[in-house]
């Protein structure tokens, strides 16, 4: 990781758009923030502070209504004297007229997820999501010769995904893994 030159690290990259799509759609779909306050903790995935307060004015207007809209939540900002900390009521606008998209609700709370992991890390780090990628693998039962894989399985590495067949050597210390395009 790139240090600055004091040599302490620098801040962890992370998606603010992320965390403003997920908050907007909240706000759009309050049916949400239960799921969302269940899976994440405003104050480790969150790390815009007005986006913390929106999203707890959002749940607070929820909770005593039953319901959101612009008007609730900007005039429970206001009388929290939170509505300056937010920007201002043009910068909301903004936020409000773009939401968040309801099937990547999952993806926001993962990514955010992996965010705040990646900022609480020692040292921190950036996770890599769309360049990296995962894969699982399984004792192939179905081998019968010497040169069939010991394992295989299958994964997705930079949104590609591949089968894969893995090889161990014959002390078991070593793996050989083929990617296979699928």
Not at 32 to 50: C, G, N, Q, T
Not at 152 to 171: C, E, H, Q, V, W
Request: aromatic fraction near 10%.
């Amino acid at each position: 990781m790139p240090q600055n030159a004091d040599s302490s690290p620098q801040e962890i990259y992370y998606a603010p758009e992320i965390e403003e799509a997920l908050v907007t759609l909240c706000w759009h779909h309050p049916e949400y923030l239960p799921k969302v306050l269940r899976e994440l903790d405003p104050a480790l995935h969150i790390s815009a502070p007005p986006l913390r307060h929106l999203l707890s004015a959002i749940n607070r207007v929820y909770l005593e209504e039953g319901a959101t809209d612009w008007a609730s939540v900007i005039d429970c900002l206001r009388d929290l004297g939170l509505l300056e900390q937010c920007g201002d009521k043009v910068l909301l606008e903004g936020l409000y007229t773009h939401p968040g998209y309801h099937a990547l609700l999952d993806f926001y709370i993962q990514s955010l997820r992996a965010y705040g992991a990646a900022r609480n890390a020692s040292p921190p780090q950036n996770p890599h999501y769309w360049s990296g990628g995962k894969a699982l693998l399984a004792p192939n039962k179905a081998k019968r010769y010497p040169n069939q894989p010991d394992f295989t399985g299958s994964g997705r590495i930079a949104g590609k995904f591949y089968s894969l067949a893995a090889y161990s050597n014959l002390d078991a210390t070593e793996v050989e893994i083929t990617f296979r395009p699928k």
